[in-house]
């Protein structure tokens, strides 16, 4: 695989010339001090021991951020009269859909980068990085050893999202939030990479890979657990805590894209069965239904109280493959109104729809747009990626009228609709485009610390919960007043 990557390094050591150095880079700032919380003196880290890999994805809005942070890392450095550091976009690094999970990109960067290097740092692309503090959180720590760097994350109950790890005592596992960065040491990396060749992840599926990568770093405790590290933060960018002690924080505001997408460029395709009319529809109605302009309900039996749509196929107790691609079908048809997007979500899938409408605008509708929560089947043995359905799957027209164009199918009715719809748009070379505010489980399935950055767009299960409460607490914004009808 090492021979298909692009090595891209070179092309990312820009010339002072070519760049606007940015203010308030000293090389003092990147002189540690000398205290010994692990046993070492503290020394002095050259930005040119740190490889960063930005967490990028391919999708023209997703690229464009993660170039803004390259950029802002190289001038940095270039400002403090540093060497450019090797500065990595993941989507650029190889044709391997399964980059993203980490894993199988282990052993390029090991032979590539292992022998020059002393750490790598994994960050997102809305991480911001103050490169001093982060050599000198990093100066702390002797790089000949085998270290996992993070900010920690803890469940606090076992989540089906986790497999239930560690279900007597889940807080006793810590898992590094990636958003505020985080780092291997290279004897690690270099451990980890020839493990990954021996003994790959024996499980089929990506769901959460923060935490599968710490588990599988760990090994059952034959490997190192995750280091908390102060300086890496998820803190707003400019806060006051940022300013004053974080070497990472997050640069975003929500949705930093404009203008929402309109109410009536989105519909909304309800997946629902006739056992649910009555217990999941209206718990549809009292939430987040009067946020839809356009709405449509689909079932085995066409319910006028609804009402419900039937698509003339029959229900079936798992996968729904073929009922999903009669939505898409109809989403095309004359028989709905003409939107640039579509939203398909099960009838206990709890969503703000304006936040979504906010998420959108930072896409093109013109192009193949498949966006939600990425999960991944085989990825280490080029399989595919794919958007969960329970926390809802949005796709452009684009992507749909590409997808039916293609002739790709259900092989069953109650096949996985989902991984079906990834296998096909994987084909297409569509890519399963990620946002970590679509959730496919309940808010009590995720750390607390993860969600409190979060402004999350969607939640799955009435399982156990109050739905109503749960919307109201999580997803509900106020709506304007409706206008008397003499004003419409």
């Given at each position: 695989m090492a021979g298909n990557r692009r090595h891209v390094a070179g092309l990312l050591l820009l010339s002072?010339?070519?760049?606007?150095?940015?203010?308030?880079?000293?090389?003092?700032?990147?002189?540690?001090?000398?205290?010994?919380?692990?046993?070492?003196?503290?020394?002095?880290?050259?930005?040119?021991?740190v490889v960063f890999v930005i967490q990028s994805q391919s999708n023209s809005f997703h690229a464009g951020q993660a170039h803004k942070r390259r950029e802002d890392l190289l001038r940095q450095a270039l400002a403090a009269s540093q060497k450019a550091p090797v500065v990595l976009l993941l989507h650029t690094l190889s044709d391997n859909e399964g980059d993203w999970s980490i894993l199988p990109l282990l052993p390029y960067l090991s032979s590539t980068f292992g022998k020059n290097s002393s750490w790598m740092l994994f960050l997102e692309e809305d991480t911001h990085v103050e490169v001093g503090r982060l050599l000198g959180a990093l100066a702390h720590f002797d790089h000949q050893k085998e270290w996992f760097l993070g900010k920690p994350l803890r469940d606090h109950e076992s989540t089906i999202i986790h497999h239930y790890a560690f279900a007597e005592k889940p807080s006793v596992f810590a898992y590094p939030d990636f958003s505020a960065a985080w780092a291997l040491s290279v004897p690690l990396l270099v451990r980890l990479a020839d493990k990954v060749q021996q003994r790959p992840p024996e499980s089929d599926f990506t769901i959460d890979l923060k935490h599968e990568v710490a588990l599988y770093i760990w090994d059952k405790g034959a490997g190192p657990r995750l280091t908390g590290v102060p300086q890496l933060c998820t803190e707003p960018e400019g806060s006051p805590r940022a300013l004053g002690a974080c070497a990472t924080a997050l640069r975003r505001p929500p949705f930093p894209c404009g203008e929402p997408v309109k109410k009536e460029d989105l519909f909304v395709a309800v997946k629902t069965?006739?056992?649910?009319?009555?217990?999941?529809?209206?718990?549809?109605?009292?939430?987040?239904?009067?946020?839809?302009?356009?709405?449509?309900?689909?079932?085995?039996?066409?319910?006028?109280?609804?009402?419900?749509?039937?698509?003339?196929?029959?229900?079936?107790?798992r996968g729904h493959?073929?009922?999903?691609?009669?939505?898409?079908?109809?989403?095309?048809?004359?028989?709905?109104?003409?939107?640039?997007?579509?939203?398909?979500?099960?009838?206990?899938?709890?969503?703000?729809?304006?936040?979504?409408?906010?998420?959108?605008?930072?896409?093109?509708?013109?192009?193949?747009?498949?966006?939600?929560?990425?999960?991944?089947?085989?990825?280490?043995?080029?399989?595919?990626?794919?958007?969960?359905?329970?926390?809802?799957m949005a796709f452009s027209r684009e992507a749909v009228t590409r997808l039916l164009a293609s002739g790709c199918k259900c092989?069953?009715?109650?096949?996985?609709?989902?991984?079906?719809?990834?296998?096909?748009?994987n084909a297409l070379r569509i890519p399963a485009t990620h946002s970590p505010l679509f959730h496919q489980a309940r808010?009590?399935?995720?750390?607390?610390?993860l969600l409190a950055h979060q402004l999350p767009i969607s939640f799955h299960k009435h399982w156990n919960v109050d739905p109503v409460a749960l919307f109201d607490k999580w997803l509900r914004e106020e709506r304007p007043p409706a206008l008397p009808k003499s004003e419409l």
């Open positions: 002072l010339g070519q760049m606007v150095l940015a203010a308030g880079g000293s090389k003092e700032a990147y002189q540690s001090d000398k205290e010994k919380p692990h046993g070492i003196s503290a020394r002095q880290l050259g930005v040119e021991e069965c006739r056992k649910f009319h009555v217990e999941r529809v209206p718990v549809i109605k009292k939430t987040w239904e009067p946020d839809a302009a356009h709405v449509e309900y689909y079932s085995d039996y066409a319910d006028p109280s609804v009402p419900t749509v039937d698509l003339g196929v029959p229900n079936t107790e493959c073929g009922k999903t691609f009669a939505i898409l079908q109809r989403f095309l048809s004359g028989d709905v109104p003409d939107t640039q997007w579509l939203l398909i979500v099960d009838d206990d899938t709890l969503i703000s729809l304006p936040r979504l409408r906010r998420l959108l605008s930072c896409y093109r509708a013109s192009e193949a747009v498949y966006l939600g929560e990425r999960y991944g089947y085989g990825l280490g043995q080029g399989g595919y990626s794919y958007i969960t359905g329970g926390g809802g092989y069953s009715d109650d096949a996985p609709d989902d991984m079906v719809l990834g296998m096909c748009l808010p009590e399935d995720y750390a607390a610390d």
